[in-house]
């Protein structure tokens, strides 16, 4: 069992960087693999980004690849999302995500425990 608690989403302007934080509890999730999904208003959930077990392998969305990094401390058990030159279409609530295997995935199927979102909002 793995709980996720998101933190550092806000108000920014685009162009702007920032840099949300996954807290996780239980003894698992250095053991799995997590990610970032988001969701706008009056749009389905996406995926955002994936990082394995041991951080040696992630995968982005096209939409964000370039200007996103995912990167996690296993040893704080702490997911993290830097986000640079943001734009105001990456408006969303951005969501943790763990699963129960090591590898990556892109589907959100295959992400079995999520946290409670955090709000990023880009202004033009």
């Known amino acids: 069992q793995v709980q996720l608690v998101e933190s550092g989403g806000g108000l920014v302007q685009a162009g702007a960087s920032l840099r949300l934080s996954c807290a996780a509890s239980?003894?698992?999730?250095?053991?799995?693999?997590v990610g970032w999904f988001r969701q706008a208003p009056g749009k389905e959930r996406e995926f955002v980004a994936a990082?394995?077990?041991?951080?040696?392998?992630?995968t982005y969305s096209d939409s964000v690849k370039g200007r996103f990094t995912i990167s996690r401390d296993n040893a704080k058990n702490t997911l993290f999302l830097q986000m640079s030159s943001l734009k105001p279409e990456d408006t969303a609530v951005y969501y943790c995500a763990a699963r129960q295997y090591t590898s990556n995935s892109r589907l959100e199927s295959e992400f079995h425990y999520w946290g409670q979102g955090t709000q990023v909002t880009v202004s033009s």
């Open positions: 990082i394995n077990w041991i951080g040696s392998s992630t």
């Open positions: 239980g003894r698992t999730f250095a053991a799995v693999a």
